[in-house]
């Protein structure tokens, strides 16, 4: 399985990115689509979910500036983000979860950086 994000890059505080992850390969049991980030000298945390069913939900420090979007049948996943700070600079990481064998599957990231 592979996963590809696409939309990171440099914005002003204030700004706005919409990130994209495209999911290929052979597993059909992903029930979920998940973003991550992994910000400067922290751990990789979770920011928003897709289930196959279309519930989303995001992280709550998050709420109100980011929201997540996409279809697991389609395997596809978006993310925008509005209102971005300095704070929002880091790694963001596209994540699939398979039930079948409890999978975790993961892109290789796309840097956001907010500055000005």
């Known amino acids: 399985v592979q996963l590809v994000e696409s939309g990171g890059g440099l914005v002003q505080p204030g700004g706005s990115l919409r990130l994209s992850c495209e999911v290929s390969g052979k597993d059909n049991s992903i029930v979920a689509l998940n973003w991550y980030r992994q910000l400067p000298g922290n751990t990789r945390d979770w920011v928003a979910v897709?289930?196959?069913?279309?519930?989303?939900r995001t992280e709550d420090s998050v709420k109100g500036g980011f929201t997540v979007s996409g279809d697991v049948r389609k395997r596809l996943l978006d993310l925008d983000m509005n209102n971005l700070t300095p704070e929002d600079t880091g790694v963001y990481y596209c994540n699939a979860y398979g039930m079948d064998r409890g999978a975790d599957y993961w892109g290789q990231g796309t840097q956001v950086t907010v500055s000005s």
């Open positions: 897709i289930t196959e069913g279309g519930a989303a």
